[in-house]
Nanobody
Framework: QVQLVESGGGLVQPGGSLRLSCAASGIAFSSNHMGWSRQAPGKQRELVARISRGGTAVYADSVKGRFTISRDNAKNMVYLQMNSLNPEDTGVYYC????????????????WGQGTQVTVSS
């Protein structure tokens, strides 16, 4: 049974930082490409970062230079370090795993966690 469990969300002031974690089980983690997506209220889910099984990272323009995705294959974990947060970063953040790189972030593809809420507000 595939499980992706996100943690690390919370309330943070503008300019602050958070580190999200995703623990994966029930999958061959090192064979999966991983992604972080977010969904703001009233908006569609968007892919903010993905990391290939080889470790190559790609970011959405809106987070480039502020967010860093990383993975630890020994621990079956993927992380999202978020710096210089602003209110537009508010949303539910989801971890996603897929064996095909091009479908990471697509809602009907791969496996998804339940999400963790990130709120950026003063």
């Amino acid at each position: 049974q595939v499980q992706l469990v996100e943690s690390g969300g919370g309330l943070v002031q503008p300019g602050g930082s958070l580190r999200l974690s995703c623990a994966a089980s029930g999958i061959a983690f090192s064979s999966n490409h991983m992604g972080w997506s977010r969904q703001a209220p009233g908006k569609q889910r968007e892919l903010v970062a993905r990391i290939s099984r080889g470790g190559t990272a790609v970011y959405a323009d809106s987070v480039k230079g502020r967010f860093t995705i990383s993975r630890d294959n020994a621990k079956n974990m993927v992380y999202l370090q978020m710096n210089s947060l602003n209110p537009e970063d508010t949303g539910v953040y989801y971890c996603n795993a897929a064996t095909v790189l091009s479908v990471v972030g697509q809602r009907n593809a791969g496996s998804w966690g339940q999400g963790t809420q990130v709120t950026v507000s003063s």
